[in-house]
């Protein structure tokens, strides 16, 4: 276990002095009090003039092709033909199929085990319970794609991930932000979330290989993620990497500034080396650190076998020093209260929550305002209108540069992002499937409730 200790020591006195501003995790956690150095609505008078900088350079390129504006490399995990591993999980689906998880067979989807439930909806033509993907993408501009990735982000919230993650240089900030844009894009990230889980793999819901259940003692919500329950040949690769891009779409409806980030749990019970999967871990890993920025709060690796600290120096490398930073360990319970009070923690993992985990399947006529064209297309009107004027509002900040002018024009931007969030999150009815946390209750208009789901005596 020393070695393990002397690897995470190595890599936090790593950790770049520009990004040690903020308070480090066992520090938040000692004093009870969520560092929001940097975070939207608590900047310096310094951060904002980049946050200025950094939205002066975007407004320059917004109204470029996508693909003509100069970005980082985007970078796939691990190299594979998307097409042939389809095809090969499509035949063995056919012709060797086989149950994976209580009657979930391989390489179903929700979709398909709700047809199989008799689950349908009859605004659907075919009884589909999501009509079919319609891109809300205007053209090919970045500016069209920007808006599709905030989404109900407050603007200045993505934007403010980036400049973190670049410890505050715009151009590389800048870079960043571009590539996790065009990402998004290459990944169809949009239609992931027009279709939520209904496509996702059947296996790994009904399992709950992952999900968000309460929160940290410093308010951010838990994700538990148990490997004992993941096997890479339980389903493709495509299917998986649909799954953690819509897990994390799906967490980005439960923050709300400034709780900006969540608390990852590796419960590592009853881990064996046929729960490692290498292109998971490593898609993982890329995914975290250059698309979804700034997201993780803290990592507690929880009841780790003996000889995981073996697998922790393969995997150390791969992580940026302040991601590795916010990696904790614990053993035991004890471990866990210190960062999860006890009526939030898990029963099962020492707390007092007797919650467990059980899929709710998709209601037949959840997604009716899916259908409605009309309705999405004036809600579509509005946040256009919205995006405009906050983008007239941007350009004035940028303008004024500082003063009396600045700070006017910066209370101006903040009201009209909360509308632009407002809109959107209107817009969201008509283009993203309830969820899992939509159908428990936890997640609804715009806030969270994780009381609807606790179960205590």
Same mark, same amino acid.
């Given at each position: 276990?020393?070695?393990?200790?002397?690897?995470?020591?190595?890599?936090?006195?790593?950790?770049?002095?520009?990004?040690?501003?903020?308070?480090?995790?066992?520090?938040?956690?000692?004093?009870?009090?969520?560092?929001?150095?940097?975070?939207?609505?608590?900047?310096?008078?310094?951060? =904002?003039?980049?946050?200025?900088?950094?939205?002066?350079?975007?407004? &320059? !390129?917004?109204? *470029?092709? $996508?693909?003509? +504006? #100069?970005?980082?490399?985007?970078?796939?995990?691990?190299?594979?033909?998307?097409?042939?591993?389809?095809?090969?999980?499509?035949?063995?689906?056919?012709?060797?199929?086989? =149950?994976?998880?209580?009657?979930?067979?391989?390489?179903?989807?929700? &979709? !398909?085990?709700? *047809?199989? $439930?008799?689950? +349908? #909806?009859?605004?659907?033509?075919?009884?589909?319970?999501?009509?079919?993907?319609?891109?809300?993408?205007?053209?090919?501009?970045?500016?069209?794609?920007?808006?599709?990735?905030?989404?109900?982000?407050?603007?200045?919230?993505?934007?403010?991930?980036?400049?973190?993650?670049?410890?505050?240089?715009?151009?590389?900030?800048?870079?960043?932000?571009?590539?996790?844009?065009?990402?998004?894009?290459?990944?169809?990230?949009?239609?992931?979330?027009?279709?939520?889980?209904?496509?996702?793999?059947?296996?790994?819901?009904?399992?709950?290989?992952?999900?968000?259940?309460?929160?940290?003692?410093?308010?951010?919500?838990?994700?538990?993620?148990?490997?004992?329950?993941?096997?890479?040949?339980?389903?493709?690769?495509?299917?998986?990497?649909?799954?953690?891009?819509?897990?994390?779409?799906?967490?980005?409806?439960?923050?709300?500034?400034?709780?900006?980030?969540?608390?990852?749990?590796?419960?590592?019970?009853?881990?064996?080396?046929?729960?490692?999967?290498?292109?998971?871990?490593?898609?993982?890993?890329?995914?975290?650190?250059?698309?979804?920025?700034?997201?993780?709060?803290?990592?507690?690796?929880?009841?780790?076998?003996?000889?995981?600290?073996?697998?922790?120096?393969?995997?150390?490398?791969?992580?940026?020093?302040?991601?590795?930073?916010?990696?904790q360990f614990a053993q035991k319970p004890e471990g866990l209260l210190k960062f999860i009070d006890?009526?939030?923690?898990?029963?099962?993992?020492?707390?007092?929550?007797?919650?467990?985990?059980?899929?709710?399947?998709?209601?037949?006529?959840?997604?009716?305002?899916?259908?409605?064209?009309?309705?999405?297309?004036?809600?579509?009107?509005?946040?256009?209108?919205?995006?405009?004027?906050?983008?007239?509002?941007?350009?004035?900040?940028?303008?004024?540069?500082?003063?009396?002018?600045?700070?006017?024009?910066?209370?101006?931007?903040?009201?009209?992002?909360?509308?632009?969030?407002?809109?959107?999150?209107?817009?969201?009815?008509?283009?993203?499937?309830?969820?899992?946390?939509?159908?428990?209750?936890?997640?609804?208009?715009?806030?969270?409730?994780?009381?609807?789901?606790?179960?205590?005596?």
């Amino acid at each position: 276990m020393s070695g393990l200790l002397k690897a995470i020591s190595r890599q936090r006195s790593q950790v770049d002095i520009a990004g040690a501003g903020r308070e480090s995790i066992t520090t938040q956690f000692s004093k009870g009090r969520l560092d929001t150095c940097g975070v939207f609505g608590n900047l310096t008078s310094r951060e =904002e003039t980049l946050l200025a900088e950094l939205w002066e350079r975007l407004l &320059a !390129d917004f109204d *470029k092709p $996508l693909e003509e +504006v #100069s970005s980082d490399p985007i970078v796939r995990p691990i190299e594979y033909d998307e097409e042939a591993d389809n095809k090969r999980a499509k035949e063995t689906q056919e012709s060797s199929p086989f =149950e994976v998880f209580q009657g979930c067979m391989f390489n179903d989807t929700v &979709a !398909d085990k709700c *047809k199989e $439930l008799g689950i +349908v #909806s009859e605004v659907g033509k075919d009884g589909e319970l999501v009509p079919p993907f319609e891109s809300q993408l205007r053209d090919k501009t970045l500016k069209s794609a920007f808006w599709q990735a905030v989404r109900e982000d407050h603007p200045d919230v993505l934007i403010l991930r980036f400049l973190r993650a670049r410890k505050w240089d715009v151009e590389k900030a800048y870079r960043m932000a571009i590539a996790a844009v065009k990402w998004r894009v290459q990944e169809k990230v949009d239609e992931i979330i027009w279709y939520g889980d209904i496509h996702n793999d059947a296996s790994l819901m009904w399992k709950g290989v992952s999900y968000a259940h309460g929160k940290d003692r410093l308010g951010q919500p838990i994700v538990w993620s148990g490997s004992c329950l993941h096997h890479q040949k339980d389903q493709s690769y495509p299917q998986l990497k649909r799954y953690l891009i819509w897990m994390m779409e799906t967490l980005r409806q439960l923050l709300f500034t400034p709780i900006e980030r969540v608390c990852l749990i590796m419960d590592l019970t009853d881990h064996s080396n046929a729960n490692m999967d290498w292109p998971f871990v490593k898609t993982f890993i890329k995914f975290l650190e250059a698309y979804y920025p700034e997201c993780l709060g803290i990592c507690i690796v929880y009841n780790g076998p003996w000889w995981f600290s073996g697998v922790w120096k393969l995997i150390s490398p791969l992580l940026d020093p302040v991601v590795a930073s916010k990696v904790q360990f614990a053993q035991k319970p004890e471990g866990l209260l210190k960062f999860i009070d006890e009526k939030e923690l898990l029963a099962i993992r020492g707390g007092k929550d007797k919650y467990v985990y059980e899929y709710i399947k998709p209601q037949p006529e959840e997604n009716k305002l899916m259908f409605d064209k009309e309705g999405r297309k004036e809600a579509a009107k509005k946040l256009d209108e919205l995006h405009e004027q906050f983008l007239e509002a941007t350009r004035e900040w940028i303008d004024a540069k500082e003063g009396d002018g600045f700070t006017k024009a910066s209370g101006k931007r903040r009201e009209l992002s909360n509308e632009v969030r407002q809109a959107a999150e209107e817009k969201d009815k008509y283009t993203r499937a309830r969820n899992f946390y939509t159908r428990s209750g936890v997640l609804q208009n715009g806030s969270v409730d994780w009381s609807k789901v606790q179960v205590y005596d």
